[in-house]
């Protein structure tokens, strides 16, 4: 759910029919906290070459990130999960857009957070987000692959890692951090036992 100015809009993945194979990402506007108004906007499709690596494309798992100054961003799946591509990629949208139009809404050109094979990464995806309990930081969570070829199944771990803002307000989501690496809790967590 994206609560922009003084109204709510539901988004999420779907299907444009029965016989269409890509996932999409929509959006609708809700006439209240359970109920979407009729009719919904196509806001993504897996247009870009590294959204359709697999059997079909996909746009999935939209999350609404915010910076302090009130930008909106939603970050997305993309690229089956079954393949080691399995990616994150954004959309952004403009100062003063309406969530409704397709057009204020401008597209990532690349992933902005995916595998590294250096870190053992490989097909981050389905993300969240939460800040640290003070409130100083932001953080993504996300489950990824520690080998290649694992795919959707049971073989993905949850992970997490602090992310940072660039000077003109867009996330930099980083590297994905190893398993095995140090990672600072975040900020204003209670020492452990």
């Excluded at 006439?31 to 009729?38: E, G, K, S, V």
């Excluded at 595998?115 to 489950?143: C, E, K, R």
Aim: negative net charge; proline residues 9%; contains cysteine.
């Amino acid at each position: 759910v994206l609560e922009h100015g003084a109204h709510r809009y539901f988004v999420w993945s779907g299907r444009a029919s029965a016989e269409d194979g890509d996932q999409h990402l929509y959006v609708a506007k809700m006439t209240n906290p359970w109920t979407l108004a009729p009719g919904r906007v196509l806001l993504s499709s897996p247009d870009r070459a590294w959204e359709r690596t697999g059997r079909v494309g996909v746009n999935e798992g939209p999350q609404v990130l915010r910076n302090r100054w009130g930008d909106v961003f939603l970050v997305y799946s993309a690229n089956g999960c079954w393949t080691d591509d399995y990616s994150l990629g954004m959309l952004a949208l403009r100062t003063g857009g309406d969530p409704l139009n397709t057009a204020d809404w401008v597209k990532s050109p690349r992933p902005v957070f995916a595998g590294n094979a250096a870190s053992g990464v490989y097909g981050p995806g389905h993300n969240s987000f939460f800040q640290s309990p003070d409130g100083t930081q932001d953080w993504l969570i996300y489950h990824a692959n520690a080998a290649s070829g694992q795919g959707c199944g049971d073989a993905r771990s949850t992970r997490m890692q602090a992310i940072t803002w660039r000077a003109d307000g867009t996330p930099d989501f980083g590297t994905p951090a190893p398993l095995d690496g140090p990672m600072p809790v975040p900020s204003g967590e209670p020492p452990g036992p």
